[in-house]
């Protein structure tokens, strides 16, 4: 949008309640995920008429975001689901309103005539005009599942026939159907990508209140997914898609009055910075110079004295790893693992038992891999879920607690309660004093560890 229009286009949501052909005609049924209302906006949730709708919509974006620019975005139920009449009439009447740059029509593959698509190649030559195409899965078991009322085939069709009449194709689809994997997801996601959409809005699925699947989810709770899960799911998605395809939208958010599962303690802005985040953390080039400094973190990631002093004198020997070593095998937890020195200092020791190296990272870029060590990489709030059994000792070093608290924050050291065995330690190369109170809080004891320039913390049961 920057690169076409000069700057970035908001869309100012409208709802023209003109209903669905997958609805009776007091609004029962429809989609097993689709709320009553059609999915509108939280903005203009509260608004009577679409002028007002257009009015509050435009008025948000100025103030939250400085928009200058719109896109007017039939968004809720079918805008396609009237006499050709109604929508020149309607259509008409919203673009004199205000001046807007391109409009997008929400709408279902089974809702598109000729005369709608005519219709919609005459506007085109007027303005810009996009299709947001709810496609939801490739999947037929699952459109059936759903209660869709149409197949895939049919929004195959529908893109091509779109892209006949020169209208470009927004493809909407979710990840989350109970029933559908990875592989389900990737399928539908690459057989848009050879069918040249031209752009993907993906979010996971909501169970929202009153709808089918709210009741389905009652008789019978099916798996949704955390906000750590979903990006997973997400960043493999999105590099099946290739660079010219915009992603327009990688979540949505419920309100929460009507929000069932899953409920997430991200917001959906927190959730796209994160996204970002990990993306240049999994595949983007090291900021890290060899002098281990950090431009993210405007700091080094060892004390002056050096990484491998740190890692002998504060992590092993307080954690007392050869003494341990000398009566059984030890189990080792490495959390921000980076340049691996901890545990490769660690592997070194010679002693009869064997050691076994479990690491977390989510900066791969850094991350130094080994066949002696098993690394997972991801936010450590997330892949700590995914242990089990018990650690004789822990090394958490967050290099930079004061920029990088997620790794001592409650919800890490809680989960480390849990993987600690009763006669473990965690060292961590953090020495605030917030940081000690936290750990006394989840049921740690503590020390606080000095060893000239070189400090940290070891806690234990």
């Not at 979710?174 to 997801?185: A, H, L, M, R, V």
């Not at 993306?279 to 990631?301: A, I, M, T």
Request: charged share 25%; glycine share 6%; proline share 2%.
């Amino acid at each position: 949008m920057i690169k076409e229009y000069g700057e970035a286009l908001y869309s100012i949501t409208v709802d023209l309640d003109l209903g669905c052909p997958n609805r009776d005609e007091k609004g029962n049924g429809g989609c097993s995920f689709c709320p009553s209302h059609g999915a509108r906006s939280a903005q203009s949730m509260d608004a009577k008429s679409v002028e007002e709708q257009i009015k509050v919509g435009i008025s948000f974006a100025k103030r939250r975001y400085k928009a200058k620019r719109f896109m007017l975005y039939i968004q809720a139920y079918t805008g396609t689901f009237s006499s050709l009449k109604k929508q020149k009439e309607t259509y008409s009447k919203l673009l004199k309103l205000y001046n807007f740059d391109a409009i997008s029509i929400g709408t279902r593959p089974d809702c598109l005539s000729i005369e709608t698509l005519e219709y919609l190649q005459e506007l085109n030559s007027q303005i810009d005009v996009h299709v947001d195409l709810g496609i939801q899965s490739l999947n037929d078991a699952t459109l059936i599942n759903i209660n869709r009322q149409h197949d895939s085939q049919c929004s195959i069709d529908a893109i091509k026939k779109l892209q006949h009449y020169g209208i470009k194709v927004f493809a909407h689809i979710i990840i989350g159907f109970k029933g559908e994997s990875t592989e389900d997801w990737s399928r539908t996601v690459q057989k848009l990508v050879s069918l040249h959409v031209d752009g993907f809005k993906i979010h996971n699925l909501h169970v929202i209140k009153n709808t089918p699947l709210h009741v389905e989810y009652q008789n019978r709770q099916f798996k949704t997914y955390d906000e750590y899960e979903y990006a997973e799911e997400l960043i493999h998605l999105l590099r099946l898609i290739p660079t010219n395809i915009p992603i327009l939208r990688i979540a949505t958010d419920t309100p929460n009055k009507d929000l069932v599962a899953p409920l997430w303690k991200m917001s959906k802005a927190e959730f796209g910075e994160y996204i970002k985040d990990t993306l240049q953390y999994r595949f983007g080039k090291s900021n890290v110079d060899n002098n281990f400094w950090s431009d993210k973190y405007k700091d080094y990631y060892y004390p002056k004295s050096g990484a491998i002093k740190q890692a002998r004198e504060l992590f092993i020997e307080k954690s007392d790893l050869k003494k341990r070593l000398t009566c059984k095998d030890v189990k080792l937890l490495d959390i921000g693992f980076g340049f691996g020195v901890n545990s490769f200092e660690a592997l070194k020791l010679q002693c009869e038992n064997s050691l076994h190296v479990t690491a977390l990272d989510q900066d791969l870029s850094i991350a130094k891999r080994s066949n002696d060590i098993n690394l997972l990489i991801g936010d450590v709030r997330y892949t700590l879920t995914k242990l089990e059994g018990k650690f004789d000792v822990i090394f958490l070093d967050p290099f930079h607690e004061e920029k990088n608290p997620t790794m001592v924050s409650k919800e890490v050291i809680t989960h480390l309660k849990r993987l600690l065995k009763k006669d473990g330690v965690i060292i961590t190369s953090t020495f605030l004093n917030s940081t000690k109170m936290r750990f006394e809080l989840v049921g740690f004891k503590t020390k606080l560890l000095k060893i000239r320039e070189i400090r940290g913390l070891i806690a234990f049961f």
